[in-house]
């Protein structure tokens, strides 16, 4: 037997095992970095809508605000905060029902034309008080997706929301073709844009771009995580395209109902 072999075959076997072990660790400290950024957003997205209550509450408390419009006003801020709050604490239960798999989606075949003709309605008051536009366009005869409506409505309308939210000017286009196995689905706009650098970030929970700046931006910064999740669970892809200053495209691509039969 050759000890010279053995104990550079047991070297070997020790520096795996310490390399392992670090991986374990810098998995560890990364979960844990993940976890207490994910802490520190919470509350912060928390206390900004509360600070801001509690200060107008303050006010009116010490009998501060005298007359009357003015108060009306405190309490339409309030009102307003109290909403932020709440759609925060909503997208955040999704999110986590999502990433946890405790999410059942209800599958049929969806037309989507259909689901993105009303999700348009529903935002077609919003978006004339801008003086935007809105406008569908589908192929004839898309084929049918196979996804839970409701969660492809909720998709579309988390597009069409920030569409609205950051454009100016112009027209808010929602689109579907057929890209077999997938149909196509975009909503472009041309609003303010999102630089490259951000372009990778923006998928990311809590992110958004430039919180100094976009200061009336009441958005959660969850709303793009969600729609990655849902988009996985119907295997889907997802990808976006912009140019500052001249418009952003959201695409994602859902399998077919053929693609589903195919698949078995
Ligand atoms: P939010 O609730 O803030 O809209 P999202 O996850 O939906 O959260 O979006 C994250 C960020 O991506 C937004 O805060 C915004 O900075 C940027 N963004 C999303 N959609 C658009 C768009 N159509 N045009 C410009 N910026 C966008």
């Not at 374990?24 to 928390?46: G, I, K, M, T, W």
């Not at 007359?67 to 925060?88: G, I, P, S, W």
């Not at 999110?95 to 689901?115: G, R």
């Not at 729609?227 to 889907?236: N, Q």
Request: glycine share 6%.
């Amino acid at each position: 037997v050759d000890t010279s072999d053995e104990i550079s075959d047991l070297a070997q076997t020790i520096n795996t095992m310490a390399e392992k072990l670090e991986k374990v660790e810098q998995e560890r400290y990364h979960l844990e970095q993940v976890r207490s950024d994910f802490l520190a957003n919470v509350s912060h997205e928390l206390r900004t809508p509360l600070t801001a209550m509690q200060g107008f509450l303050e006010a009116l408390q010490d009998g501060l605000v005298e007359d009357e419009e003015a108060r009306q006003k405190y309490y339409a801020v309030m009102y307003t905060e109290t909403m932020q709050v709440n759609r925060l604490v909503d997208d955040l239960m999704d999110l986590m029902k999502l990433e946890n798999n405790e999410v059942n989606l209800a599958k049929f075949p969806v037309d989507v034309a259909d689901v993105m003709n009303k999700v348009a309605f529903s935002f077609r008051a919003e978006a004339e008080e801008k003086g935007l536009t809105i406008k569908v366009e589908t192929e004839d005869g898309l084929p049918k997706i196979y996804a839970d409506r409701d969660r492809v409505a909720q998709i579309l309308k988390n597009f069409v929301k920030n569409a609205v939210k950051f454009t100016e000017h112009g027209e808010i286009r929602l689109t579907a073709a057929a890209e077999e196995p997938y149909v196509r689905i975009q909503v472009s706009d041309t609003g303010i844009g999102i630089s490259q650098d951000d372009l990778n970030r923006i998928w990311e929970r809590f992110f958004k771009v430039d919180r100094g700046r976009s200061k009336n931006n009441k958005g959660t910064g969850l709303g793009l995580a969600i729609v990655k999740e849902l988009v996985e669970l119907h295997d889907g892809k997802w990808s976006v395209e912009s140019e500052l200053g001249q418009g952003s495209t959201f695409t994602v691509w859902l399998p077919t109902v053929g693609a589903y039969r195919q698949s078995g």
